[in-house]
């Protein structure tokens, strides 16, 4: 297989905004509220996590890395979709397209990395609860955390460097955002080689996480079967916010693969646009709601803040 390091187009069109021509004021509104409504929330948990000394601990530290994670994936997608919606035609520069797509690919691996070192976090909290400052230290804390980010950031370039050295003799990608299996099928070039190279990574990039929440969560079953009631019912209130943001993940992932691998053209044009931006949006918008109001911790502190703001406008 050749590669070119030039490129005979220098700007995408996404053609997927072609259906929202006659009610795009519409979706701009509608998006624009999803993204204040995804920069407040995180913000106000990483803000609280952040202020709050009592809740300077190992799992919301984890709690305080999602949210940084959601605000990178959502600010990686709204702001150009806002852009798009009000530009015609829907046509970004190929370079914007590349940026875009390293932003999104590391945001889901990123996600996932971290949704596994929060398991690997219960695993300890459950099943070694008198070794858990130990083990879970702050410092160990913060190697995790660098680790879910550098992990991620240098292997997808690794790959994504193949990409990059890709001539494309097509510009249109039926998508509201530009991914990299979408783009590598714009190239004049057999990919064949690079499709492969493609499914290998995303083993790298999702197996040993699965491994970690698969192990662990076994790990934490095995001893709530051995518990008494009121253990097992702890342990699933320590779980379920976990639970349920890997089930949010993975939901979006499998939209996302349904629609990149399988003609979905039969599909409604809304339900469309709903597959294809889940995984960017319910995340970072459910994920602040589910650990906010789950775990009492941050609830409290939530619940205070609001008390403590509220009383001072009432003095005012």
């Not at 997808?156 to 509201?176: G, H, N, P, Y």
């Not at 197996?207 to 342990?235: D, F």
Request: net charge positive.
């Amino acid at each position: 297989m050749v590669m070119e390091n030039s490129s005979t187009v220098s700007s995408i069109i996404l053609s997927a905004y072609f259906g929202m021509e006659d009610l795009k004021y519409l979706y701009f509104s509608i998006f624009l509220i999803l993204y204040i409504a995804i920069v407040a929330e995180n913000v106000i948990i990483i803000g609280v996590i952040y202020t709050e000394k009592t809740l300077h601990q190992p799992m919301y530290f984890l709690v305080c890395n999602l949210a940084v994670n959601g605000l990178y994936g959502s600010t990686a997608l709204l702001p150009a979709l806002l852009k798009n919606l009000a530009s015609h035609p829907s046509e970004i520069s190929l370079a914007s397209c590349r940026t875009q797509i390293y932003c999104i690919h590391t945001y889901a691996i990123v996600e996932f990395t971290i949704l596994g070192v929060m398991s690997y976090d219960r695993y300890v909290a459950i099943c070694h609860p008198l070794r858990y400052h130990t083990i879970m230290s702050l410092t160990k804390v913060y190697k995790l955390v660098a680790f879910t980010w550098i992990y991620p950031l240098v292997a997808f370039l690794i790959f994504f460097i193949i990409t990059l050295q890709l001539r494309f003799c097509d510009k249109t990608i039926d998508k509201l955002y530009c991914i990299n299996y979408s783009l590598i099928k714009l190239s004049c070039t057999n990919t064949s080689v690079v499709n492969i190279i493609g499914f290998m990574s995303v083993v790298l990039y999702s197996v040993p996480q699965l491994v970690m929440i698969l192990y662990s969560y076994a790990h934490v079953l095995r001893v709530c079967a051995l518990s008494s009631k009121e253990s097992k019912l702890k342990a699933l209130r320590t779980c379920t916010p976990h639970l349920f943001a890997i089930i949010n993940y993975v939901v979006g992932c499998y939209f996302e693969i349904l629609q990149s691998r399988f003609d979905t053209s039969h599909l409604p044009y809304r339900t469309q646009v709903f597959m294809s931006l889940y995984f960017l949006i319910f995340p970072p918008i459910l994920n602040p709601a589910i650990y906010g109001l789950s775990i009492q911790a941050i609830r409290v502190k939530l619940l205070k803040l609001c008390y403590n703001k509220n009383r001072i406008l009432s003095i005012q």
